[in-house]
């Protein structure tokens, strides 16, 4: 009995070992803060046939750097993340949706902003010492784990604050706060300005310089990878963009190309924080080619939320066209963000590479989400979840070498019970082609004037025929709006959500139709 109990684990052993790399890969998350699907050269929709389909937006932006990791790696064209910040940052560290980590919310770094009905149980106070977290697994499998740029994973004066509590070994200008005071070296990035209470740390060496910030966290990055390239060490590269969240400073190296676009002088300026970041990408994948570890660094690219461009209004078909809404909205272009996966040189002689060889510039068309990178990271470094802690995201493995992967979920779900922000107590659930909105509170107020929807707490779309939200089927539908809506109850149980509380202290869960 016990030496087939041995054999058998030994096997799960032997069949979770060949999913792994010969060796272990170097992994960088490059995750680019308040830039949604449509912030890019790069075109990430396609048309009906699966096939890439170009926006005007996508060509306003200039992004070489993404077309090269594009070129030689596999991108998503529906990517879902939660609508801001912190809810998809431990999402990304932690595998699990917002609605379980409970921090479904941006974290206000000086105070609990969960809302005037926002549940008291949500989860201000963020990531913790205690946490089970990607980087903290990753540095057990004897990785160094390296944290630059933006956190914003607790508040001020609790642990998440600081990126080491949570795994990291390095950090550099990870903080609490998630704008950063500001991009430029002549204003120390905030140090000494109004704006100091959002001042970006540990780059004094450049301060008065003109060193963008952008540009200053690409060279204390590639130092950082040096150091771990030198200890002969695989290493976990969290590079986590300050840009291209607001302040929108314009960075003067990239100015002139958009001075005659006809756009607002703060587009103009988001596209120069865009252009830098994706100068900054190009800069890593050199480095990584001149250390000669290219063919052994795996890259995982993506936006935090949706795009944040300042284009127009945060529901109209604008800011992300052709889709609806902005971050924060509860329209796809509030949560629809790029998602790249490339080897910094792919090769098809590299033994890092075996059983993980991701086809050159194709375009995959199955959903997926900020919490699968969790567990692909960790199967690419030979591990998995430990049991005791809950997952909801799923490895990318199959469909990222190309492979069909029935599998893998095609729902989303995304919780948002607070206010104020561009949409308020909401909930999203997409399965398939259909997606359902549930608005809790559908005559709030929001930061942008009165919303009334026209079907009170439900908006109802067909993403297959109608993509772009113009149509909202709820009353046409009552049947389906059923069917999606007992879908999400069901969801939201599973996840243990948290919901809204009125005045008198009800909860107010989402109601069938
Ligand atoms: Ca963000």
Same mark, same amino acid.
């Given at each position: &009995?016990?030496? *087939?109990?041995?054999? *058998? ?9 060949s ?13 680019v ?9 790069v075109?990430l929709l ?7 389909q ?6 306003? !932006? ?9 070129a030689?790696g596999?991108r998503?064209?529906? $990517? ?5 910040c *912190? ?28 809302g005037? !009905? ?7 106070a963020? %990531?913790?010492q ?6 903290? %697994?990753?540095?057990?499998?004897g ?8 956190g ?5 004066? +609790?642990?998440? #604050? ?20 500001? !991009?430029y ?11 100091a209470?959002h ?6 060496a ?5 060193? $963008? ?15 771990a390239?030198?200890k002969?060490?695989?290493? $976990? %590269? ?7 969240h607001?302040p $929108? ?13 006809g ?27 001149? %250390?000669g570890?290219a ?20 529901? /109209? ?24 996966? /490339? ?10 590479q075996q ?9 995959e ?5 900020? &919490?699968?990178l ?14 005791? +802690? ?26 948002y019970? +607070? ?31 009165h ?6 707490? @439900?908006?109802?779309?067909?993403? /297959? ?7 909202n ?5 009552p ?6 809506m007992?879908a &999400?109850i069901? #969801? ?6 948290? @919901? ?13 139709p």
């Open positions: &009995m016990r030496i *087939s109990l041995s054999g *058998s684990l030994l096997l799960g052993l032997l069949v979770l070992l999913q792994a790399p010969a060796k272990q890969p170097n992994i960088v998350v490059f995750l803060d308040d830039m949604g699907v449509m912030d890019t050269s075109p396609t048309d009906d046939n699966g096939q890439a170009r926006y005007p937006l996508n060509d306003y !932006y200039q992004t070489p750097s993404m077309e090269r990791l594009a030689q596999t998503f064209n529906q $990517f879902y993340a939660m609508s801001v *912190s809810p998809t940052r431990i999402s990304i560290l932690t595998g699990q949706n917002a609605a379980r980590h409970r921090t479904t919310n941006w974290i206000n770094p000086k105070q609990d902003n969960g005037k !009905y926002g549940p008291p149980e949500w989860n201000w963020g %990531l913790n205690q946490d089970v977290t990607l980087p903290r %697994l990753l540095a057990s499998l990785y160094t784990t390296i944290h630059v740029g933006k914003h994973f607790g508040p001020e004066q +609790h642990e998440g #604050a600081e990126p080491l509590n949570l795994g990291f070994q390095t950090n550099v200008a990870g903080a609490a706060f998630g704008a950063p005071g500001s !991009y070296g002549k204003q120390n990035y905030g140090h000494g300005t109004q704006r209470h001042a970006v740390p540990h780059l004094e450049y301060h008065g310089s003109d060193t $963008f910030l952008t540009e200053a966290l690409t060279i204390e990055a590639k130092k950082c990878v040096d150091n390239v030198q002969e060490q695989p290493f $976990f %590269l969290y590079f986590a963009h300050y840009a291209v607001a $929108f400073d314009s960075d003067p190296r990239f100015a002139d190309a958009y001075r005659d676009s756009k607002p002088a703060n587009a103009q300026a988001f596209a120069t924080l865009i252009e830098g970041m994706d100068k900054s990408l190009g800069d890593m994948l050199d480095h990584f080619e001149q %250390l570890i063919e052994d660094t795996l890259i995982f690219f993506l936006g935090d939320n949706g795009s944040d461009a300042p284009l127009g209004h945060q529901h /109209a078909v604008a800011c992300a066209a052709p889709l609806r809404g902005k971050k924060g909205a509860h329209y796809e272009g509030g949560m629809r963000v790029p998602f790249i996966a /490339a080897w910094a040189a792919p090769s098809e002689t590299s033994v890092v059983g993980w060889k991701i086809p050159n510039g194709r375009i068309t199955h959903m997926a989400s900020v &919490m699968d969790f567990p692909t990271i960790l199967e690419l470094a030979g591990s998995q979840a430990p049991v005791d +802690h809950p997952l909801d995201g799923h490895s990318l493995h199959r469909l990222l070498t190309g492979e069909q992967d029935e599998r893998h979920p095609k729902t989303f779900l995304m919780h019970p +607070h206010a104020p922000h561009r949409s308020n107590y909401f909930t999203v659930y997409r399965d398939g082609d259909w997606k359902v909105v549930y608005h809790t509170l559908p005559q709030e107020p929001t930061s942008g004037g919303i009334q929807f026209e079907d009170g707490n @439900y908006e109802l779309f067909n993403l /297959a025929e109608d993509p772009f939200e113009s149509t089927l709820a009353s046409q539908q049947a389906r709006l059923r069917q999606m007992q &999400m069901t #969801a939201l149980g599973d996840h243990q959500a948290v @919901y809204p509380i009125d005045a008198d202290g009800n909860e107010l869960r989402p109601q069938l």
